[in-house]
């Protein structure tokens, strides 16, 4: 138990780099998505034949529509993320990605069936309040701040989307969900970037080519693999709170290292938001083990 919840912290604080790392790669938000998706796949493909974990295309053919489908919403929210990025802080960015379990819960009642409590809508008022507090703010020098939010909302609406979408498929392993999610998500975006940008993926220097094999082995390759090592052995409870080491790593590393800050409101709407989303997903998790 110690060792999965070791493995899946060090997922989190992986994933909560992401936007120092990007920051690195002198490419469009676009393209570098699409090389992330490549070299991850690669990497869980033989992550599996080393680990010996066979990808059963038996199981994965019935459910091929819909992990084509959230696997377009992957490669789609990578991008609107790497450009929230561009635009806010870290900090702002992080939190406003991480509306997406507040969107599930206003989306569940109508594509999910679920009932809206009382609890459910508080949480919601919450995470709106906490993202007014946010986006009323002023952002950072030289950025365009409601546009930053603006991407990580959108960003954080196509997650919502697979997250509703992965609640359907049926008789896979996490590991095989994401390894074709991440394949067509590559699949996608290829002929999307190939008919709206100049390719130049095989001009850039040197250290962007580093931050760029970094992010697609560390970040999503290996960083997926652990995730779903560590949350194998760990109760929906540990994962839950655990999950708070991605945004907490993002805000305190981009402090550190870029020397961003939060201000006292925007301090207080991030803990609206992620309080929000805490107790909707503690909820959800408690009705699952009483359903």
């Known amino acids: 138990m110690k060792r999965s919840r070791t493995i899946y912290i060090i997922a ?90 507040v969107l599930v819960v206003i989306l569940s009642p109508l594509l999910l069936k679920e009932r809206l409590t009382p609890l459910k809508m508080c949480c919601i008022l919450g995470a709106l309040g906490g993202m007014f507090l946010i986006v009323g703010v002023g952002g950072g020098e030289g950025r365009n701040h409601v546009i930053g939010i603006s991407y990580g909302l959108a960003a954080a609406v196509l997650y919502a989307s697979v997250v509703i979408m992965n609640k359907f498929l049926k008789g896979l392993s996490g590991l095989e969900t994401t390894f074709v999610q991440i394949s067509s998500a590559s699949v996608v975006l290829f002929p999307y970037i190939l008919l709206t940008e100049k390719i130049e993926i095989f001009n850039i220097d040197r250290r962007s080519a580093t931050f760029l094999i970094v992010l697609g082995l560390i970040h999503t390759g ?70």
């Open 12 to 101: 989190m604080v992986i994933f909560g780099s992401i936007g120092l790392v990007s920051r690195n790669i002198s490419l469009s938000s676009g393209q570098i998505a699409l090389t992330r998706g490549v070299i991850g796949s690669i990497f869980l493909l033989a992550a599996s034949r080393v680990l010996k974990e066979k990808l059963s295309w038996t199981k994965i053919k019935p459910n091929m529509l819909l992990l084509m489908l959230s696997g377009a919403g992957i490669g789609f929210n990578w991008i609107l993320m790497l450009q929230a990025y561009q635009y806010t802080s870290i900090a702002n960015a992080t939190l406003s990605y991480y509306f997406a379990p």
């Open 222 to 291: 290996l960083a997926y693999l652990m995730y779903f090592t560590g949350m194998k052995k760990l109760k929906g409870q540990t994962v839950a709170v655990l999950s708070y080491t991605d945004p907490i790593s993002a805000i305190l590393m981009s402090s550190i290292f870029l020397g961003e800050e939060l201000t006292l409101v925007q301090i207080f709407g991030g803990i609206l938001i992620l309080g929000a989303t805490f107790l909707s997903e503690a909820y959800e998790r408690r009705q699952c083990l009483q359903a």
